[in-house]
């Protein structure tokens, strides 16, 4: 909602200092979305008198204009506009005045005559002929206004104003009012309020709102209360300008006295209004019913509504003229020629007027409000108030008498009041009487009977929690201290799991990978970018019901295309060098429910390296998180991954991810170079695999023997397998075991490869000869040529 601060200040005193304003209702619960400073961009524009005018020597359509801006010298400004004589008050920018819209005047000359300003139009100013219906649009703005020369023009035509956007939350309608931001605002800065309480002055000719009309509610459920007054010999004409200021910084068009009055009092209380040309209503009766099947009406934007019979209406003796709570009809419209108003001010079921302003496809602010839940209470003093101002305007005479049908409960509500599980709930001390006093701000009074008083228009007030959130909001979040919560519970932490997928996502960053965060919603064709089969498992997919769109309407089963997508955003952003990981959420059919696993996914573009490196960083996370006794297993059969550059990894025995270089095909699909490398790592399955009991291995004292071996074997041996054959063949000398090389080419047999091989001998209690690394060596290369056929390279 949108309030104006100059309109505010009818009713609460504010501070004039904006962000305190602002922040202040903020931490009082009346949320300051923003603010905007209307007129800040007009800067030297002035109220000017029209002294005399003169053709120009060198032009037949431009004039110049000697100008009284209430200085010692007149101004000269050259204009083309027709529309000005000398007597004529105007606005004048002088040298260097700014303009809606960025334009700045500066003195010059026009046809050889100098000019020292520009006289301004409506349009210029930023205004329109609803703001001043006297003006002209195609021409100069000349002033009607009471001024003085040399006035600033946005104090002239109430231009200067600051519109502060609150958001509400749904559970406060009594705040969609400049009455209820005011209750707020006196709340939060200890002020007093000057609301409206209004007097109306009625016509004693003896005739009666009643002789003029009959009200008939006939569905009470949907509109507990109807309230309306007569107004005859009106006169349609213009707001006064003070009232047509209030409606536009509001963002509401100013239209004419009667409907601006309506809108002024639907700002003010909360309250929609309605008006109706009594000339139009048949039969001179008002029936509240539902719609008929078929029945039909044009509203006032001129649209054809089909109606049901769910809908609620406003009808005469024999057709709808409004549709009630959304918008009037056409038929009933206010005109230039109306002479007698009905004022309407009813309160009807939000749920009713949420269903009909969507089955119609219409919202207004009036069906806005409403389904909020308004307050019955208002809908008395809103028709009065509005009666009032036909008085103020002096555009109508008020019929004596109202019509009030009520079948809601307006009265005051008593709430059970315990201030000691207030401040258990709050964890607070706050004594009785200040609880009672900041109770007492929001017109929250207890009874001393054990009780709360809650005025009807506070709907939101049902139940202990409610009293503590309004006393914790004006006693001050920030006063509570900071304390552990109590409970069984004193210390809190993360889930081992949790904790576990922290420490992957601390390991990942210290390996030099940015962690991404990708949608768990993809498109079904994700799978065919990666060439899964058709007849995949993966490809049974969760559907959503209501998807944004094709690209995101099932949930994602293979971690790779979310992580090539990220890649591809960022090579296609010249970013050459790209680390990234996620552990992702995958989604997996189990019967009607959903079973989902997390999958640590990491990658990087040929740049940063390729399948070793990847390996390389897989072994040290797995170092950092302690996962022992790890193995890789050759895969060739995966189609998202080159053929011979992927493995399994095994811990344990057991598989707990893969990792290898992406297929090129794959690559293509994503626009992504060769060689990009990706893990898909189980972290479910690798959390079942941490060892929590760490051993101490004292440090050696004898120095290790080195022997480097160049090995012969078939050139689809495992090197990984013969590391392992190797550390089973060996005793327990042997401290160690990798390999540093593989050759295949000029010396080695066709079909054979070199693997080079550095062994690590150490004995922990004496210093190893070298006899005894030489016959460790001499075992193993016996049992490799013997069980395995590998022999030592000549």
């Known amino acids: 909602m949108e309030v104006s601060l100059n309109w505010l200040k009818d009713y609460v005193n504010a501070p004039e200092d904006i962000k305190t304003f602002c922040d202040a209702m903020t931490m009082t619960g009346t949320k300051v979305e923003g603010y905007k400073v209307l007129g800040s961009d007009i800067e030297k524009v002035v109220v000017g008198k029209i002294m005399s005018t003169e053709p120009h020597p060198d032009s037949d359509h431009l004039i110049i204009c000697q100008i009284d801006v209430g200085k010692e010298e007149k101004l000269q400004i050259v204009t083309g506009a027709q529309n000005v004589k000398a007597g004529d008050i105007v606005p004048v920018c002088l040298d260097g005045a700014r303009l809606p819209g960025g334009k700045t005047i500066k003195n010059g000359k026009l046809r050889g005559v100098v000019s020292q300003g520009m006289l301004c139009s409506l349009g210029e100013l930023g205004l329109t002929v609803n703001d001043f219906p006297y003006a002209i649009e195609d021409g100069i703005f000349l002033l009607e206004e009471e001024c003085n020369l040399g006035d600033d023009i946005r104090d002239v035509c109430k231009i200067n104003d600051t519109i502060v956007e609150f958001e509400l939350t749904f559970n406060r309608p009594d705040c969609l009012s400049y009455i209820g931001i005011a209750r707020e605002v006196a709340a939060t800065f200890d002020e007093k309020t000057n609301l409206p309480e209004p007097k109306v002055t009625e016509v004693k000719d003896g005739e009666k709102a009643s002789d003029y009309i009959k009200v008939n509610v006939l569905n009470k459920e949907l509109c507990p209360r109807y309230t309306a007054r007569v107004v005859k010999n009106v006169k349609i004409g213009p707001s006064p300008l003070w009232l047509r ?15 601006d009055i309506t809108n002024f009092v639907m700002l003010e209380y909360g309250q ?14 008002i029936n509240v019913r539902n719609a008929s099947e078929g029945e039909e009406i044009v509203t006032l934007d001129g649209v054809t509504r089909k109606l049901t019979p769910e809908m609620l209406v406003i009808a005469d003796g024999s057709r709808a003229v409004a549709l009630a709570g959304v918008m009037g009809g056409e038929n009933s419209e206010i005109t230039d020629n109306t002479t007698t108003v009905v004022f309407e001010s009813a309160n009807f079921a939000r749920e009713s007027i949420r269903k009909t302003s969507k089955a119609v496809g219409l919202r207004t602010d009036s069906s806005a409000k409403f ?36 079948n809601a409960d307006i009265n005051e509500r008593s709430v059970v009041y315990d201030r000691a599980k207030i401040n258990a709930l709050l964890g607070t001390n706050i004594s009785d009487e200040e609880m009672d006093n900041l109770l007492a701000k929001v017109e929250l009074v207890a009874d001393g009977k054990g009780g709360l008083i809650v005025p009807p228009y506070r709907s939101d007030i049902i139940n202990t929690a409610d009293i503590a959130e309004e006393v914790v909001r004006l006693y001050g979040f920030d006063k509570i201290e900071e304390t552990m919560f109590k409970g069984a519970a004193d210390l809190g932490g993360r889930l081992p799991l949790e904790a576990f997928r922290y420490q992957i996502n601390n390991a990942m960053a210290g390996l030099g990978y940015c962690e991404c965060c990708t949608y768990s919603f993809v498109s079904p064709s994700a799978l065919d970018k990666i060439n899964v089969p058709a007849d995949s498992e993966l490809r049974d997919f969760i559907r959503l019901i209501n998807p944004l769109g094709e690209d995101t309407s099932v949930m994602r089963t293979h971690a790779l295309p979310s992580m090539l997508e990220v890649l591809s955003r960022n090579v296609n952003r010249k970013v050459e060098k790209c680390r990234m990981s996620e552990i992702m ?11 989902e696993k997390k999958m640590l996914c990491f990658a990087f573009t040929p740049d940063c390296g390729g399948f070793y490196n990847l390996k390389a960083d897989a072994e040290a996370l797995f170092i950092r998180l302690g996962i022992a006794k790890r193995d890789y297993v050759a895969v060739s059969e995966d189609p998202s991954f080159h053929p011979g550059r992927c493995a399994d990894i095994l811990v344990g025995g057991k598989k707990v991810g893969r990792i290898g270089e992406v297929h090129p095909l794959v690559c293509e699909n994503y626009d992504l170079p060769r060689g990009v490398c990706a893990a898909l790592i189980s972290v479910e ?110």
């Open 245 to 259: 200021a209030k409606l536009r910084a509001a963002g509401v068009r100013p239209i004419n006295n009667i409907v």
């Open 272 to 285: 929609p209004m309605h008006a109706f040309d009594y000339e139009y209503i048949k039969s001179r009766e």
């Open 371 to 406: 389904e909020k839940g308004l307050p019955a209470c208002n809908t008395l003093p809103a028709v009065d108030h509005a009666a009032e101002l036909v008085n103020m305007l002096c555009c109508g005479d008020v019929v004596e008498g109202i019509i009030d049908i009520n």
């Open 585 to 595: 959420t995958l989604y997996f059919r189990d019967g009607d429910l959903s079973n």
């Open 685 to 794: 399955e690798l959390f079942d695999s941490v060892k929590n009991e760490r051993g101490y291995i004292p440090l050696p004292v004898y120095p290790a023997m080195e022997r480097d071996l160049a090995l012969i074997c078939e050139k689809d041996y495992e090197a990984a397998k013969l590391l392992s054959d190797i550390r089973s063949y060996a005793g327990k000398s042997l401290e160690d075991a990798y390999v540093f090389d593989i050759y295949c080419g000029k010396g080695v047999e066709e079909g054979k490869k070199s693997v080079a091989v550095r062994l690590v001998f150490r004995l922990a209690d004496k210093t190893m000869t070298d006899e005894d690394a030489d016959a460790g060596v001499k075992k193993i290369l016996k049992k490799l040529e013997r069980e395995n056929g590998i022999v030592l390279r000549s």
